[in-house]
């Protein structure tokens, strides 16, 4: 599941109360550092919390976030800025292909990444432009385009801001060039680092930074994300949200995945009713019996849930449909061979064989007896 574009402001990022409001309490009185260093450990929210608080400090009409919907907002919202500078990492991809075309795809390239992915890592980074087995580095080439981009006076705001994202991977004649610039700091700039790796990060630059520490989040935050702008079910978020450990991104990885999975065997199940194909629907039910409580629950409710996608579809409602990707195929495909009322017979058999379930009956048999009366339903 994608999250479309959204102004990053503070109030899209979970938690992080505290740090929010130093932030914008600085602003607000003016007393902004010139350089900041977020410092996070692996899965903090340091670059989204940066790019809030660029977007915060370009805003023309703030409270105590962004308004969201000004002119500056609205840029930052598409990251066109032009006085929001980015530096990040990159490998070295470029090929023999033409220098101003290259430039024009990377940045593409990282609007897209930050939009889709706004909690991404470095890893979903270099995957995005296909560079995952090259070392990524912010170049000497890269310092001089800082220095250029510096030069010039804010556009649009009364400050330029420039986002250094993993400044530990900077090539170390472009760390002294930075360090450089930000013993002399250019007027109306503000520089955010935004680190996952302090520890490897020049002393020297360190010292030239005031630190902003941004924590994980709970795992009570975590799941409230999930079950907020995910739709996932209180105890599913419960339950990622305790495996992922205060790291978002990991979270929503967990899920995609675990969706992957159940829609697989979601298809194959189905597949097998229709044909009735016995052999199959007795391992499907070995392997279901195998499950733990809450991942048979998970599976029922999943199978249900994918029982109304399909209604929604028939009935020609598809826009409120909330599938995406293999499952809206999958949706799509079976309701070719699906009506309203086999869709009817079938949610009522799903819902009888939960009921079945949370009194503690044969998980093998509740699932075989489901199994082949949905066969009996699938071909009248
Ligand atoms: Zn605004």
Known sequence: MVE???TMTFSNIPGLQGVKQVLSEAAKTNHTAHAQLFVGTDGALNLPLALAFATYLHCENKGDDSCGTCSACSKNSKLIHPDTHFVFPLSNIKNDKDEER?????RKSWRTFLTENPFGTLDDWTNSYGGEDKQALISREESREIVKALSLKPFESQHKVMIIWQPELMHPSAANGILKILEEPPPHTYFILVTNAADRLLSTIISRTQIVTVPLLSDEEVEGYLVDKHGVEVSRAQRTAQLADGNLNLAIKLLDNEEDNNTLRFTE?????FKRNYGTLVSIAEEYHGLDKLSQRNVMSYSINMMRETMLHVSGAS???RATGDELKFVQDFSKVMNLEKIEKSFKLMNDASYHLE??????MIFLD????LSKTLNP
């Open 359 to 364: 009194r503690n009956g044969s998980a093998k």
């Open 319 to 321: 826009a409120i449909n």
């Open 370 to 373: 489901l199994s082949l009366n």
């Open 102 to 106: 290259f430039k024009a795809e990377i």
């Open 269 to 273: 199940w189905m597949r097998a009713c």
């Open 4 to 6: 479309r574009s959204r």
